[in-house]
């Protein structure tokens, strides 16, 4: 059984053989390795231009304009080069006292503020204002900047929750408490699945914003006179290697998904993309996922008579997982998968210790001492209660320093795997959800702590040649993982109570089809809203990582968890050209198999032509914002799906229609569960 908590997912250099090396900058993590698209910049920007300072404002070149920053406050203005300019950060909060002297060396303007103990620097760089704000005290001040979106003609601000959001800032039903985004923060390595996000303005203007120290950064929605905005928190601390804080500001065509561009170009410039290309020329299997959907299994559909039942249906590529409930999946249905041309995988978590002789879950089992040993402890000495208040979170660095010896997490994979599966599921570890250790026998920081993280999937990834997936992943983890379950939902936190209230969710019984699993639940309208109303949907992590990771929905939302969303999720899959997220057994086959076979067979073949592209572009054609079109590569695969109810340009309402270069036009109307 999973043993996830719900409500909130997610330094030393080293190198492993298997791997590229992984640089830590500050609080952020590239990682070096093969790239995808070059970067949107030109490369001479910068060197056309100088910072300029005119008493207590620094100008600074940015591609399409200037940036203005105000040394007193660190309010920043843009100034297009058609004229228009509007702010880029309000004031930063709670004032910084005086600001000293600008002076101007290499291109790079420097002031302090004394007061606080901190020294800013800004710059062009690859045609982005670049700040940097360092704290010479050991711990603090908080400072809150930038505040963004609060010029009067923002219209919308694109946020990488999950798969992406691009919301109305002026929307009365988005300020309010029901929509559950004002009034709530997200960390950046923690709570968003990349650490960016963006502003779009009337007359093709936007700006995007890159948070390069993601930890110890956190972006918080705040609603003020009936309009959104977003105020971005840094903790300085020199123990977490936060005490420098960098911040990137670009302007864009205010397209929903610039921020993305912008995004995937400066994780390109940084080495942080590696391509599926890269990842299946290096382990084949990989190259099973494509066209690929993924299910959660039970039951019959465990069995080799149920691997056998599928591909009679005509499905000719899945992913089947099994979970931690004492019932894997044995050698026979393995080799069936196999012949199938399925992959197979166990879930598995390494960040949970509970006293083995109570445990409630065999993956929260550990061989002694790691419970309670290898626990994480707060600075007051206390431990970190685990998932659902079990137990506790097992600290990576204890792991990391046993590993050498008692090899429990080589011993682990091993009997996982020992069925003969090709693939694994390794829960929460490129979440984000990262632990500072106050243990004397093995403190660690959040950074070490990600990079311990990023170490041990790269050596199932790599060493044992696993078609490795993990939750929610965020994009600091695109170079160790092949695919992710959870980083295509945009959860709101009304989710979360939801599912605590087993009577209407379901819990973990029958012990053969799980109700967390199989009852199927009607949405508040709130929460459909917020998660699934595709006016609001933005294919923000398709932008940046379709080409690098396979990315579904979490897993205890499957397809048919959610009848009233059926269709739109349907729709939504194949517009990003990512895999529906199932759960089977033999009656989940009985009523939805040959409608499951449909959905696969028409997505399989969409999928091999731009599995390995990059998303190009994404547009919304109609001013009600139910029509999109995507493209993936130079034009390889081009989607257009209708959300209404009404036919557009002789697309049916419901349908999506997708055109494979040098193909026709095929058309797809999936109907609701």
Not at 339 to 349: F, N
Not at 369 to 386: E, I, S
Not at 389 to 410: N, W
Not at 418 to 435: K, M, P
């Amino acid at each position: 059984m999973r043993t996830r908590k719900t409500g909130k997912t997610r330094k030393t250099t080293k190198t492993t053989k298997t791997t590229k090396k992984i640089v830590a900058l500050g609080g952020a993590l590239t990682v070096v390795g093969v790239v995808g698209t070059a970067t949107a910049f030109g490369t001479g920007t910068d060197a056309r231009r100088d910072v300029e300072v005119h008493g207590g404002r620094v100008t600074v070149p940015v591609a399409g304009g200037h940036a203005v920053v105000d040394t007193a406050t660190l309010a920043v203005r843009a100034r297009a080069d058609d004229g228009r300019t509007w702010q880029l950060s309000a004031p930063a909060a709670g004032g910084l006292g005086p600001a000293g002297q600008v002076s101007v060396h290499g291109g790079t303007a420097t002031w302090r503020y004394g007061e606080q103990g901190l020294t800013v620097t800004a710059s062009a760089r690859a045609g982005r204002l670049a700040v940097s704000v360092r704290s010479a005290r050991r711990s603090g001040p908080t400072l809150t900047w930038p505040v963004t979106g609060g010029d009067p003609a923002t219209k919308d601000m694109q946020i990488p929750r999950g798969e992406g959001l691009s919301v109305p800032v002026a929307d009365r039903w988005w300020n309010s408490a029901r929509a559950g985004l004002a009034g709530s923060e997200s960390g950046m390595a923690d709570g968003l699945t990349m650490p960016f996000w963006g502003t779009s303005l009337p007359g093709r203007h936007g700006a995007s914003y890159i948070a390069e120290t993601d930890i110890g950064t956190t972006l918080k929605f705040v609603s003020a006179g009936g309009r959104l905005h977003a105020e971005t928190e840094h903790a300085f601390s020199a123990r977490e290697d936060t005490a420098e804080y960098r911040v990137t500001f670009a302007l864009t065509d205010g397209s929903p998904v610039a921020a993305a561009r912008d995004y995937r170009a400066w994780l390109t410039a940084h080495g942080g993309i590696t391509t599926l290309r890269t990842k299946i020329a290096r382990n084949p299997e990989v190259g099973r996922l494509v066209g690929a959907f993924h299910a959660y299994t039970w039951g019959e559909a465990r069995t080799a008579e149920g691997v056998r039942r599928l591909r009679r249906l005509g499905i000719d590529r899945m992913w089947l997982g099994y979970d931690a409930d004492g019932s894997p999946m044995d050698a026979g249905a393995a080799r069936a998968a196999e012949r199938a041309g399925y992959l197979v995988g166990p879930y598995d978590s390494w960040a949970n210790a509970q006293d083995p002789a109570s445990a409630h879950t065999p993956v929260s089992k550990w061989p002694a001492p790691v419970w309670p040993d290898a626990c994480v402890h707060r600075a007051d000495g206390k431990p970190v209660t685990g998932f659902g208040g079990r137990g506790c979170y097992v600290s990576s660095e204890a792991l990391r320093r046993t590993e050498p010896t008692r090899h429990l997490l080589a011993d682990r994979t091993r009997e996982m795997t020992a069925n003969g599966a090709d693939s694994y599921f390794l829960d929460v570890d490129a979440a984000g959800e990262l632990f500072t250790d106050h243990t004397p026998a093995h403190p660690m920081t959040k950074a070490e702590d990600r990079q311990n993280r990023l170490d041990r999937m790269a050596r199932l990834s790599g060493d044992r040649k696993l078609v490795l997936g993990s939750e929610s992943a965020g994009s600091w983890a695109n170079g160790v993982l092949a695919f992710s379950h959870g980083s295509g939902t945009p959860v709101t936190d009304r989710l979360w109570a939801l599912e605590r209230d087993r009577a209407t969710w379901g819990g973990y019984t029958p012990a053969g089809a799980p109700g967390i699993y199989f009852k199927p639940v009607r949405l508040p309208d709130d929460v459909a809203r917020a998660m699934y109303d595709p006016r609001y949907r933005v294919p923000l992590y398709q932008t940046v990582l379709h080409d690098s990771v396979i990315s579904t929905e979490r897993w205890e939302l499957p397809w048919s968890k959610l009848p009233d969303q059926s269709r739109t999720r349907a729709l939504l899959a194949m517009l990003y050209d990512v895999p529906l997220n199932l759960v089977l057994d033999g009656p989940e086959l009985d009523r939805h198999g040959e409608r499951i076979a449909r959905l696969q067979k028409y997505f399989a073949p969409l999928h091999r032509a731009a599995a390995t592209e990059p998303m190009t572009d994404f547009r919304v054609l109609t001013p009600d914002r139910q029509v999109q079109r995507t493209t993936f590569g130079d034009g390889v695969l081009t989607v257009t799906a209708n959300f209404s109810a009404v036919s557009h340009d002789g697309l049916p309402g419901g349908c999506v229609s997708a055109v494979v270069r040098g193909g026709e036009a095929r058309q797809s109307c999936p109907a609701g569960l």
